[in-house]
């Protein structure tokens, strides 16, 4: 069937969603298993959730627009799933390896945002409140679904980050002796620098409004 109009095209692009969404059904509770953060593997679990509901709505679409649902292969998602699952695989573990799913499904989750984005659009220009609604409510659990993830991703870097320091600090005692006159020269030197970017801040630092909430 020829596309011609923007309500063809609003259909395509759902049955390509939907395609995806029930991909993301399958690969969530691997990525969940992967995990080994608990609050990694609860966001994984809740999204699984979520993207239930997802597909029931994306069902209602299909019923508002007329017409049964349908999945067209979704290859981008087939393929953001794929090289996730490469990632469940590496030779990485504990929060570095939580650090590579969240980046997998992250990718995932901007595909989504920006399919769901597209339909939403049209389904707003061919006049369609009920489906746009209904296509906007998914397009912000995605959203917030990838904001959940950046903050889980913030705490285990923080985490690699504070173990590395530990070790940083162990080889820095051990060479100290070694090193110390050539560190006080660049101490110096550092010093200097520093009194030179005092004495000319940025313009923008000087206002900074932001700073009051
Ligand atoms: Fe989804």
């Known amino acids: 069937m020829p596309i011609e109009t923007l309500e063809d095209l609003l259909l395509e692009e759902i049955k390509d969603l939907y395609d995806a969404e029930k991909q993301i059904t399958k690969a969530l509770p691997k990525l969940a298993k992967a995990a080994s953060s608990p609050d990694l593997k609860a966001a994984f679990t809740e999204h699984l959730e979520q993207t239930k509901g997802q ?56 595909y989504e945002v920006s399919g769901y984005g597209t339909v939403r659009t049209l389904a707003e220009g061919i006049g369609n409140e009920e489906v746009a609604s209904l296509l906007r409510q998914t397009e912000e659990e995605e959203a917030e679904t990838d904001r959940k993830l950046t903050g889980i991703a913030a705490q285990l870097m923080q985490e690699v980050d504070g173990v590395s320091e530990e070790e940083e600090d162990e080889e820095e005692e051990l060479d100290e002796d070694d090193e110390e006159g050539d560190e006080d020269l660049e101490d110096e030197d550092d010093l200097e620098d520093e009194e030179e970017e005092e004495a000319a801040p940025p313009p923008a630092a000087t206002k900074a409004p932001t700073k009051k909430r």
């Not at 049964?68 to 981008?76: E, G, I, N, V, Y």
């Not at 087939?78 to 997998?104: R, Y």
């Open 55 to 110: 597909i029931t709505r994306l069902e209602e679409v299909f019923g508002y627009l007329g017409r049964k649902p349908k999945s067209k292969p979704c290859l981008a998602m087939k393929g953001l799933i794929e090289e996730g699952q490469e990632q469940t695989q590496e030779d990485a573990e504990g929060s570095i390896k939580d650090l590579m799913l969240i980046g997998a499904a992250q990718k995932v989750e901007h």
